[in-house]
């Protein structure tokens, strides 16, 4: 069935190191894509987007790249920080004529001072 | 500017009550989507609201859930009968426009949540 998965469900990283959190998702017709993340007892917060027109976009200290040829979405963080620590979600919006957002499980992301 | 809100925080409740969880999207925002959260997983899909009208209610689960938008605002997301599966964090999020609006899917923003629990 439609699934958005997570290759690992913890990563642990020192502080200051760069940190890479990967996504598979199910639908190749999909064309957006989100990165969000969630501190506990928050709702997720935006971190940043994709559309399938593109296969890299960065933003501040983050950059998402997109394989469309292998269905898979990974979310770079440079110089990660302890403020970092958080479990981060990728979404698909799929149908893509809807505004409907597939969730993976997440992946916990552990920051060590 | 004021994110998403809803209200309440947190609600405990009886089986078989009838609850309201509110939310206030961005300010005009003309899309809101309601998700559910279950402890260790990610957001499910229930609705999405272009302006007043539902636009994609395929994720409610049943008939016990409803919800409304009838200014294009605020929206209330209504649960008849509440039964222990229930139990979750209720999400809105809301976008400025939508793949009905616009053609393609705007980013989402959500709230904080309502955590509900039945006991």
């Known amino acids: 069935g439609e699934s958005v998965g997570l290759h690992l469900p913890t990563l642990s990283v020192q502080e200051g190191d760069n940190s890479i959190i990967n996504c598979a998702y199910s639908?190749?017709?999909?064309?957006?894509f989100i990165w969000y993340k969630q501190e506990s007892g928050k709702g997720p917060q935006f971190i940043i987007d994709?559309?399938?027109?593109?296969d890299k976009r960065q933003g501040q200290r983050v950059t998402v790249l997109l394989n469309k040829t292998v269905k898979h979405l990974s979310l770079q963080i440079a110089a990660t920080q302890p403020g970092d620590s958080a479990v981060y979600f990728c979404?698909?919006?799929?149908?893509?004529?809807?505004?409907?957002?597939?969730f993976g499980q997440g992946t916990t992301l552990q920051v060590k001072p | 500017g004021a994110g998403v809100s809803q209200t309440p925080s947190n609600k405990v409740t009886e089986k078989g009550k009838y609850v309201e969880l509110r939310c206030d999207p961005i300010?005009?925002?003309?899309?809101l989507y309601w998700y559910r959260q279950s402890l260790g997983q990610g957001p499910e899909f229930l609705i999405y609201?272009?302006?007043?009208?539902?636009?994609?209610d395929s994720g409610l689960p049943n008939d016990r859930f409803f919800a409304v938008r009838p200014e294009g605002s605020v929206s209330t997301l209504k649960i008849q009968r509440t039964e222990r599966g229930d139990s979750a964090v209720y999400l809105c999020?809301?976008?400025?426009?939508?793949?009905?609006?616009?053609?393609?899917?705007?980013?989402?923003?959500f709230g904080p949540g309502t955590r509900l629990t039945v006991l």
């Open positions: 639908n190749s017709a999909s064309d957006y």
């Open positions: 979404a698909e919006n799929y149908p893509s004529n809807t505004g409907k957002l597939i």
């Open positions: 300010s005009g925002h003309t899309a």
């Open positions: 609201f272009q302006g007043t009208g539902a636009a994609d």
């Open positions: 994709i559309r399938s027109n593109m």
């Open positions: 999020a809301s976008s400025l426009t939508s793949v009905l609006l616009a053609g393609s899917a705007d980013t989402q923003y």
